[in-house]
T-cell receptor, first 113, second 116 residues
């Protein structure tokens, strides 16, 4: 069975600085997809970024980028130029061919002004 | 366009009562998922509907939980004889369906269920 681990329950960053959230996963599948979702206090899960496992190039979406290390089964999220609106809980998720998402435990990000 | 909607936003019920939670997926999305988010268990998959195929019920925690999807659109999650451990946020997501990278799941705002 696949598992996803986020080892940082809480992180904080100064506004305008850069922060990296860690995620590792375990799988025996070769083809899968990885996602980072953001959940603000409103509860709405918002897609931040996604990565196809067959792509070596790291995904980037504006201030958000990932460091995908397939051999190490690592998928970290880097947020550059952090903004107050980035404060939320961030979830790393794995999707296999069965379709369902398997989530990590989440990391609460605090952004300090 | 409209996103995934869920109702009610909050539900308080007494132990032993039945509850129904509703999800309206994004128009045109053939896949629909239910997840549960609780303090003790984190985010867990419950059930998955894909088109007219038999649903994947592998995540349902007990036979008190059931879900249906009518006409390939709206879905209802029913919890019978609710227990206090059922208290959680129930999230619904939908996607276009398929296995490719475009099959990203989009979530609704969730229903917070409190069982007294």
């Amino acid at each position: 069975a696949q598992t996803v681990t986020q080892s940082q329950p809480e992180m904080s960053v100064q506004e305008a600085e850069t922060v990296t959230l860690s995620c590792t996963y375990d799988t025996s599948e070769s083809d899968y997809y990885l996602f980072w979702y953001k959940q603000p206090p409103s509860r709405q899960m918002i897609l931040v970024i996604r990565q196809e496992a067959y792509k070596q190039q790291n995904a980037t979406e504006n201030r958000f980028s990932v460091n995908f290390q397939k051999a190490a089964k690592s998928f970290s999220l880097k947020i550059s130029d952090s903004q107050l609106g980035d404060a939320a809980m961030y979830f790393c998720a794995y999707r296999s061919n069965t379709g369902k998402l398997i989530f990590g435990q989440g990391t609460t990000l605090q952004v300090k002004p | 366009g409209a996103g995934v909607s869920q109702s009610p936003s909050n539900k308080v019920t007494e132990k032993g009562k039945d509850v129904e939670l509703r999800c309206d997926p994004i128009s045109g999305h053939t896949a629909l998922y239910w997840y549960r988010q609780s303090l003790g268990q984190g985010l867990e998959f419950l059930i998955y509907f894909q088109g007219n195929s038999a649903p994947d019920k592998s995540g349902l925690p007990s036979d008190r939980f059931s879900a249906e999807r009518t006409g390939g659109s709206v879905s209802t999650l029913t919890i019978q004889r609710t227990q206090q451990e059922d208290s959680a946020v129930y999230l619904c997501a939908s996607s276009l369906g398929g296995q490719g990278p475009t099959d990203t799941q989009y979530f609704g705002p969730g229903t917070r269920l409190t069982v007294l």
